[in-house]
């Protein structure tokens, strides 16, 4: 029984040596993302604008998940105002930007229709804008490591670990992104169907009608009988 005490001691003490520098070392980012989806008016322009820093970078891609043609047009400015990209009348693009301190500006324009509103998905990727050095988890370290396991490798296993899941989501958001735009485009295609379907039904029947009656006035004895 004393021998399972201090095993059991010595395991705790281990495992919370090990949860510590994990919230540590977990507490670092590599990239922010996030997505947005909005209704465009026709004849609007909407523009957004993000704050970065200097010697970081910026991946934003778009869809046009319904509306007529699925187009937009789109550009990019930076803090001191030149264009750095610009897209006409495109369905989805991805554009990846190194940045400078100040706030970037990026604008979905739809004043080229007058009709047709559009439903447009977006979303942003932000690499290092981790605002603590990365070095700094090695403060928390103090005494003799008891781990056979390097710090470096866990804070690099961690950041692997945390960057796949992040590529991850994202391609999960970009499928139902995808997912959203087709079914948008067959529900589309499904009201076209019925509609055009309706009409040759109604045209049918009235070519029906008119040959009937055709048909009987051939047949029709126009001569008076006199008495």
Not at 12 to 38: C, E, G, H, I, Y
Not at 50 to 76: H, N, R, W
């Amino acid at each position: 029984m004393e021998l399972v005490r201090v095993f059991l001691c010595v395991l705790s003490v281990f495992v919370s040596l090990l949860s510590d520098r994990l919230v540590v070392l977990a507490a670092f980012s590599q990239s922010l993302d996030s997505d947005f989806t909005f209704t465009l008016p026709p004849g609007r322009k909407e523009c957004f604008y993000q704050t970065m820093k200097k010697d970081a970078s910026l991946e934003i891609e778009y869809q046009v998940l319904d509306g007529a043609g699925l187009d937009v047009d789109f550009y990019i400015s930076s803090p001191s105002g030149q264009l750095l990209f610009s897209d006409y009348r495109k369905s989805d693009g991805v554009h990846t930007i190194e940045t400078e301190d100040g706030d970037y500006m990026f604008c979905f324009d739809n004043t080229f229709s007058s009709v047709s509103e559009k439903l447009i998905f977006f979303e942003l990727i932000l690499d290092n804008m981790d605002t603590e050095d990365p070095d700094d988890w090695k403060e928390y370290v103090h005494g003799s490591d008891m781990l056979d396991m390097k710090m470096e490798d866990i804070m690099d296993t961690i950041n692997n670990v945390k960057a796949r899941l992040g590529k991850s989501v994202q391609i999960q958001t970009l499928l139902r992104a995808f997912e959203a735009r087709d079914r948008n485009l067959q529900e589309s295609n499904f009201e076209r169907v019925n509609f055009w379907s309706v009409i040759n039904l109604i045209v049918m029947v009235l070519v029906s009608a008119v040959q009937v009656y055709l048909v009987r006035s051939l047949f029709e004895d126009k001569r008076k009988i006199r008495t």
